[in-house]
């Protein structure tokens, strides 16, 4: 690992923390301390430190606030039945920042020294994991290019930073299905572009055409491929699952969409629950087919942030699809419910996904 020392300095002037746990929401609130390493050419990585949450001091000719050169994570941080704190496979967390790294010529940070500094911060801002059922202490790693010089080339100074943030559910809604519309003229993604890479440019690209689907009131965009229009990718924040005739079916992981970490769980969790499950390309024409034939039974996206989200309603060039007369299927909910069973340890960790805090 990175022999590198982490510093704490603590606060002096600790904040009030939320007192009603059912309405934290998601990203609104953030805790007192965050950690940051800084990078230098020819130097590495040097100064760790857990220091008191607040501004970053960047040039405004920073390379991340001209060209989007920055890339980010998200994990949680959940409380026990007996009190103490885990998260949930953060090494996955760590090898996808260095992959979004490669992607955006970044430096790589050791994977096991990233563990190291999330178990630290969540240790340090313990008290501020919530309790209640559905809530945790969301940790949001990661890296922008600074420095001052604004030629189109990789940065020379990097910040990795960790912030937390107790949250609840990402919908407002909570866990009730979501409505979601299938975009057919903007795109997210292509092959060969930043899809598979974490990084903030993905999501600025994604706004308008969540912008326009959220005022004629859906939730979120499901994004078709890039070259066809055809084949269902994923949702904004999620990867997206269907069942079809009891089988699983999702998108592969070809380049353009993101390797969820809760989409790589779902489908061990799936299979070893006795569901066939298929990574392969899915058209649209294939759902709307198999919703005519009744054979479309659910659909849910798997996301950190979203953990499982049930779709009841989807339309394409208005064509509507609704699924689960509304209702959580039973699938997701089985599904919903083994996953955060482990993920609060109210399930024995048989994968070994689980890295304890405290
Ligand atoms: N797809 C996108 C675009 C995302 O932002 C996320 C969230 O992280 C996911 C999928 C789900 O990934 P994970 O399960 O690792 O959180
Ligand atoms: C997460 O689920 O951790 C994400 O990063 C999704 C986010 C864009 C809200």
Request: aromatic letters at 10%.
């Amino acid at each position: 690992m990175l022999d590198l020392d982490i510093k704490i300095i603590k606060t002096e002037n600790p904040k009030e923390k939320p007192t009603d746990e059912s309405t934290l929401g998601f990203g609104k609130i953030f805790s007192d301390h965050m950690f940051i390493v800084e990078y230098t050419e020819g130097i590495g990585w040097h100064d760790a430190r857990i220091q008191p949450y607040g501004p970053l001091a960047i040039d405004p000719a920073s390379p991340v606030l001209h060209y989007s050169q920055e890339i980010f994570e998200g994990l949680k941080v959940y409380r026990r039945a007996d009190g103490g704190i885990q998260m949930f496979r953060p090494i996955e967390n760590a090898r996808r920042m260095n992959r979004s790294a490669e992607r955006m010529v970044m430096p790589q940070l050791d994977e096991e020294f990233q563990v190291k500094a999330m178990k630290m911060l969540a240790e340090v801002e313990q008290d501020w994991v919530p309790t209640r059922e559905g809530t945790s202490l969301y940790l949001r790693p990661t890296m922008i290019a600074h420095g001052a010089e604004l030629g189109v080339h990789p940065a020379h100074k990097y910040l990795y930073y960790i912030i937390c943030s107790p949250a609840g559910s990402y919908y407002k809604n909570g866990m009730s299905p979501i409505k979601i519309h299938i975009e057919d003229s903007y795109v997210r993604a292509v092959k060969g572009g930043t899809g598979a890479a974490k990084t903030g440019g993905n999501y600025s690209a994604s706004l308008k055409a969540a912008y326009e689907a959220s005022k004629r009131g859906f939730d979120q965009v499901l994004w078709l491929d890039g070259k066809q229009n055809k084949y269902v990718e994923e949702v904004g924040a999620m990867n997206m699952m269907f069942i079809i005739d009891h089988k699983l079916y999702t998108a592969p992981t070809g380049g353009s969409i993101l390797p969820g970490i809760t989409r790589k769980s779902v489908l061990r969790l799936a299979e070893d629950m006795g569901i066939e499950v298929f990574e392969r390309p899915v058209s649209v024409m294939e759902l709307y087919e198999a919703y005519s034939k009744g054979t479309l039974q659910e659909a849910f996206g798997t996301g950190t942030a979203a953990v499982i989200s049930p779709v009841g309603l989807m339309e394409y060039r208005g064509d509507i699809i609704k699924l689960s007369d509304g209702e959580i299927g039973p699938i997701a909910m089985a599904i919903y419910n083994k996953l955060t069973g482990i993920q609060r340890g109210n399930e024995p960790d048989l994968y070994n996904w689980i890295e304890r805090v405290k």
